[in-house]
């Protein structure tokens, strides 16, 4: 008789860090989240805590386009902190009402359809809110390493079901801390695996701010200024996906695999099928960071004038001056950050951090 482990769990954050392990097909392993950057949060806060770098009562402080907020008002939430979030204008309405009942403080940033000026505007607010509160500390989500921390745990459940010692991770990069610490930690003890990030055009973060995607840029996976946890020597090959792509490989998810996700796992899903038939030796797993909701309008409903994925394939590249609409690959072979993605703190900020350390 087979023993079923059950889980009974303390809190809402033990449940939401364990992801869904589904194998759509053999080789293609979907590592689902309900909000995946739980998990970095979550072990950031509990390291912060047992260093004493922050007190019951602290207030943490960061910037976040969507998840990441959840993730860190749920982490304050379980250990009796304060959270305070700059929030970019796309987080939404229902985001916004959670966050309001677990008592975070809320600074909205002006409605902007610009990223870079959107971001920059966030950062700058840290900055002042930091200067007038000596008490909060900056989480610094883009630029400490401690994100990477939660995911050994998400490591060592993906190693225990591999069927194959060749393995690819895939997903978006966005502040490096979750496909680039995966790949870290795989790496201690898999002895083949190959990291693939995706970007959404218009991000600087490989190159990509020159093409802007005339729809919307994917939020979450890519970047308008440089981020310092982005290790971008860790990473084998870059897809570039627009928008209308990633929109085709959700809606492709959902009808195939009954699996309702956000756009960036639609554009790894993409990107998995396609290095799949380049790679059939080898065993691929993509991310699915959250859950589908808040694209609800903007992709799901629109399903009927999707292009099938069958009919998408990516322009393969060698330089990012060939990036091209409405997708592009490229090797990119463990290559140095570009010259614009380089990590370079102002003063402001290097004081700052220095000070809480």
Same mark, same amino acid.
């Given at each position: 008789?087979?023993?079923?482990?059950?889980?009974?769990?303390?809190?809402?954050?033990?449940?939401? +860090?364990?992801?869904?392990?589904?194998?759509?097909?053999?080789?293609?392993?979907?590592?689902?989240?309900?909000?995946?950057?739980?998990?970095?949060?979550?072990?950031?806060?509990?390291?912060?805590?047992?260093? $004493?770098?922050?007190?019951?009562?602290?207030?943490?402080?960061?910037?976040? +386009?969507?998840?990441?907020?959840?993730?860190?008002?749920?982490?304050?939430?379980?250990?009796?902190?304060?959270?305070?979030? !700059?929030?970019?204008?796309?987080?939404?309405?229902?985001?916004?009402?959670?966050?309001?009942?677990? $008592?975070?403080?809320?600074?909205?940033?002006?409605?902007? /359809?610009?990223?870079?000026?959107?971001?920059?505007?966030?950062?700058?607010? !840290?900055?002042?809110?930091?200067?007038?509160?000596?008490?909060?500390?900056?989480?610094?989500?883009?630029?400490?390493?401690?994100?990477?921390?939660?995911?050994?745990?998400?490591?060592?459940?993906?190693?225990?079901?591999?069927?194959?010692?060749?393995?690819?991770?895939?997903?978006?990069?966005? /502040?490096?801390?979750?496909?680039?610490?995966?790949?870290?930690?795989?790496?201690?003890?898999?002895?083949?695996?190959?990291?693939?990030?995706?970007?959404?055009?218009?991000?600087?973060?490989?190159?990509?701010?020159?093409?802007?995607?005339?729809?919307?840029?994917?939020?979450?996976? $890519?970047?308008?200024?440089?981020?310092?946890?982005?290790?971008?020597?860790?990473?084998?090959?870059?897809?570039?996906? $627009?928008?209308?792509?990633?929109?085709?490989? +959700?809606?492709?998810?959902?009808?195939?695999?009954?699996?309702?996700?956000?756009?960036?796992?639609?554009?790894?899903?993409?990107?998995?099928?396609?290095?799949?038939?380049?790679?059939?030796?080898?065993?691929?797993?993509?991310?699915?960071?959250? &859950?589908?909701?808040?694209?609800?309008?903007?992709?799901?409903?629109?399903?009927? /004038?999707?292009?099938?994925?069958?009919?998408?394939?990516?322009?393969?590249?060698?330089?990012? +001056?060939?990036?091209?609409?409405?997708?592009?690959?490229?090797?990119?072979?463990?290559?140095?950050?570009?010259?614009?993605?380089?990590?370079?703190?102002?003063? !402001?900020?290097?004081?700052?951090? &220095?000070?809480?350390?």
């Amino acid at each position: 008789m087979t023993t079923r482990r059950h889980y009974v769990d303390s809190h809402i954050t033990d449940a939401l +860090s364990r992801p869904a392990l589904i194998r759509l097909e053999d080789g293609l392993l979907c590592v689902r989240f309900e909000s995946m950057k739980v998990v970095s949060a979550l072990a950031a806060v509990r390291r912060l805590l047992a260093s $004493g770098t922050v007190e019951v009562g602290d207030t943490l402080v960061d910037s976040s +386009s969507g998840i990441y907020a959840y993730a860190l008002a749920l982490a304050c939430h379980r250990y009796g902190l304060k959270c305070r979030i !700059v929030a970019s204008t796309a987080v939404d309405r229902t985001l916004l009402t959670q966050l309001e009942i677990l $008592g975070v403080e809320v600074d909205r940033m002006p409605s902007t /359809t610009s990223l870079r000026l959107d971001q920059d505007r966030r950062i700058s607010r !840290v900055h002042r809110i930091l200067r007038d509160n000596h008490r909060h500390h900056w989480m610094r989500q883009y630029h400490d390493d401690i994100h990477y921390e939660g995911y050994r745990a998400v490591a060592e459940a993906l190693r225990k079901r591999m069927a194959s010692d060749r393995l690819t991770i895939l997903g978006g990069v966005g /502040t490096g801390a979750s496909t680039g610490a995966l790949g870290h930690h795989l790496r201690q003890v898999v002895r083949d695996v190959a990291l693939v990030g995706i970007q959404p055009f218009g991000s600087v973060t490989f190159g990509g701010e020159h093409v802007d995607d005339p729809d919307v840029i994917i939020a979450g996976i $890519g970047s308008s200024i440089p981020f310092a946890n982005v290790v971008h020597a860790a990473y084998d090959t870059v897809h570039w996906v $627009g928008f209308d792509a990633a929109r085709s490989g +959700s809606v492709e998810l959902l009808r195939r695999s009954a699996i309702f996700a956000g756009l960036s796992t639609g554009a790894a899903y993409l990107a998995a099928r396609w290095e799949r038939g380049l790679h059939p030796d080898r065993e691929f797993a993509f991310l699915a960071p959250d &859950t589908g909701h808040r694209y609800v309008n903007a992709v799901y409903a629109r399903h009927r /004038t999707t292009t099938p994925v069958e009919q998408l394939e990516p322009h393969l590249i060698d330089h990012q +001056s060939q990036l091209a609409l409405p997708w592009s690959r490229m090797s990119w072979d463990g290559a140095p950050a570009p010259v614009n993605a380089v990590y370079r703190p102002s003063a !402001v900020e290097d004081v700052l951090h &220095t000070s809480r350390d």
